[in-house]
């Protein structure tokens, strides 16, 4: 004899599948992001990684002769 079917539980169990990949995937999206901002050294790129305007050379660098 064939079970009787259960709509809620199984949409219940679809949707929290659904949102378990929905969470995975936004946690290795802010991961990948974390690791983006991080420079090699790590400290955070958009800190001190290039010259200001008065700075025309990169730290280390030697200034163009004019």
Request: aromatic share 4%.
């Amino acid at each position: 004899m064939p079970r009787k079917p259960n709509y809620k539980f199984e949409r219940m169990e679809r949707q929290k599948a659904k949102a378990a990949k929905k969470a995975a995937r936004q946690e290795a999206k802010m991961e990948k992001t974390e690791t983006r901002k991080l420079g090699d050294d790590g400290e955070v790129a958009g800190e001190g990684s290039k010259p200001s305007k008065k700075q025309s050379v990169w730290p280390g660098e030697e200034p163009p002769e004019e």
